[in-house]
């Protein structure tokens, strides 16, 4: 759940990515690291683990807007993909705002998509947080291999709620910003239904 900074005059939104392991969640949030600029990021924080790492890092988009004059600062976080790292996929959704599920568009990983996406809505469940309501983008990425399935195809099997439906190739950065202020606006837009 956002919370505001009165002094800085900051309202902080908290979005995940989300999806299964090796899918390119760390991708996205590189790339969007990288190309932000110094003084509109905080640091990167990278909890690492043997098989997978946690990232972390909060920035203030500039060309977002406010809610009534407050800016609005987002707090980034990928989770673990591995299903054995469960406690903390679970943790790191706690108070979500957003959450972009970054689906492996390789037909091989369908069934990793389906129980990762299973897996959301129930940790999402039992952090009172409604699947059907939650601002919600679905990415799907690594457009550029070979054996990925067509969109059409993965949308029907993936899109669960007439959400926004991005394609990415996160390693080149394309569609990665896209992905970005597409669940902004929605977070943006149940903040103002809010406020």
Same mark, same amino acid.
């Given at each position: 759940?956002?919370?505001?900074?009165?002094?800085?005059?900051?309202?902080?939104?908290?979005?995940?990515?989300?999806?299964?392991?090796?899918?390119?969640?760390?991708?996205?949030?590189?790339?969007?690291?990288?190309?932000?600029?110094?003084?509109?990021?905080?640091?990167?924080?990278?909890?690492?683990?043997?098989?997978?790492? #946690?990232?972390?890092?909060?920035?203030?988009?500039?060309?977002?807007?406010?809610?009534?004059?407050?800016? #609005?600062?987002?707090?980034?976080?990928?989770?673990?993909?591995?299903?054995?790292?469960?406690?903390?996929?679970?943790?790191?959704?706690?108070?979500?705002?957003?959450?972009?599920?970054?689906?492996?568009?390789?037909?091989?990983?369908?069934?990793?998509?389906?129980?990762?996406?299973?897996?959301?809505?129930?940790?999402?469940?039992?952090?009172?947080?409604?699947?059907? #309501?939650?601002?919600?983008?679905?990415?799907?990425?690594?457009?550029?291999?070979?054996?990925?399935?067509?969109?059409?195809?993965?949308?029907?099997?993936?899109?669960?709620?007439?959400?926004?439906?991005?394609?990415?190739?996160?390693?080149?950065?394309?569609?990665?910003?896209? #992905?970005?202020?597409?669940?902004?606006?929605?977070?943006?837009?149940?903040?103002?239904?809010?406020?």
């Amino acid at each position: 759940m956002s919370f505001i900074n009165f002094p800085a005059r900051e309202i902080n939104c908290k979005l995940v990515y989300y999806g299964p392991g090796l899918g390119g969640k760390t991708a996205n949030l590189q790339w969007i690291y990288d190309k932000t600029g110094a003084q509109q990021k905080g640091k990167m924080i990278s909890l690492a683990t043997e098989t997978d790492r #946690t990232l972390f890092f909060d920035f203030l988009p500039l060309d977002l807007g406010t809610v009534r004059g407050f800016k #609005t600062r987002f707090h980034l976080y990928t989770v673990p993909g591995q299903v054995f790292y469960e406690a903390s996929r679970k943790l790191i959704l706690k108070g979500a705002d957003g959450v972009v599920f970054v689906a492996d568009s390789q037909e091989e990983r369908l069934d990793a998509n389906f129980e990762t996406l299973e897996n959301l809505r129930e940790h999402l469940k039992e952090h009172g947080l409604a699947f059907d #309501t939650i601002p919600y983008v679905l990415q799907l990425n690594k457009r550029d291999l070979p054996n990925v399935m067509p969109v059409e195809e993965l949308k029907k099997q993936l899109q669960a709620k007439g959400e926004p439906v991005l394609e990415a190739i996160a390693v080149q950065g394309v569609g990665i910003f896209e #992905t970005l202020k597409e669940v902004a606006k929605l977070v943006l837009a149940e903040l103002k239904k809010g406020a």
